[in-house]
């Protein structure tokens, strides 16, 4: 089993609200984070994604920034952060994003008309977020090359209802009753990865 699906099994479910939230190396960096496990994540990003004529990979923060951080340093893509801070800069666009426990500013700066991205984050749920982001790199004029999430809580996306972009996992979970549970439709692991552990 790689190293994505056996960390599952060891991250912390906690309570905010009615809200089951999971506390995951990949998407806290708590527990901490292994090296080889975000190599593997990386890496199969790179495998999944299509990078095609990509200038830019887009991602929010804070937990979207380690992940893409290491696919920009794979591919040569320049990395833009979504940040939850102002800076006013021209052409500085915000949106709000909402998740299934909090509600958040955000600004997209350096995205502009024409642009072809790639859109990567740590986890999708509700997907308010996303659509979030979606709509405002569409309302930019940005070409959304590809969305990819390494995690996927599915049967909540209900934000993402309509959206005209496929989203991609590199793994689909429940997560219920305090327990997570690995859906199997997701990416599979690319066969011979140098970082898989059978
Ligand atoms: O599909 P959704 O319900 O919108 O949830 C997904 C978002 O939630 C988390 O971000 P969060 O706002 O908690 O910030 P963080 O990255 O700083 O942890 C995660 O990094 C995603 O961006
Ligand atoms: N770390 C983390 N981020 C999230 N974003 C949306 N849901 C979750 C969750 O359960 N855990």
Known sequence: MDKLERSMHEAPII??????????????CVPKLDPALLREV???????????????????????IHI?????LLTDIPLVVIRKREYGLD??????QQTGYAE????????????????LDDMLSTGGTLRAITDALDAIGADIVDVVVVMRKVGGEDA??????????????????G???IVDDSVPAPRGDPERTE
Request: proline share 2%; glycine share 6%.
């Open 160 to 177: 993402l209802e309509g959206i005209d972009h496929d989203v991609t996992s590199i793994l689909d979970i429940t997560v219920e009753d």
């Open 104 to 119: 958040s500013d955000m600004y997209i700066n350096d995205v502009e008309a024409g642009d072809s991205v790639l859109l």
């Open 68 to 72: 893409s951080t290491a696919v920009s």
């Open 42 to 64: 990386a890496s199969r990003i790179v495998t999944t994604a299509d990078l095609q004529d990509v200038d830019k990979i887009v991602t929010p923060a804070a937990m979207g």
């Open 179 to 181: 327990v997570v549970t």
């Open 15 to 28: 309570e905010k609200g009615d809200y089951e939230y999971l506390v995951h190396p990949i998407s806290n």
């Open 91 to 96: 052409g500085e666009v915000s949106l709000t």
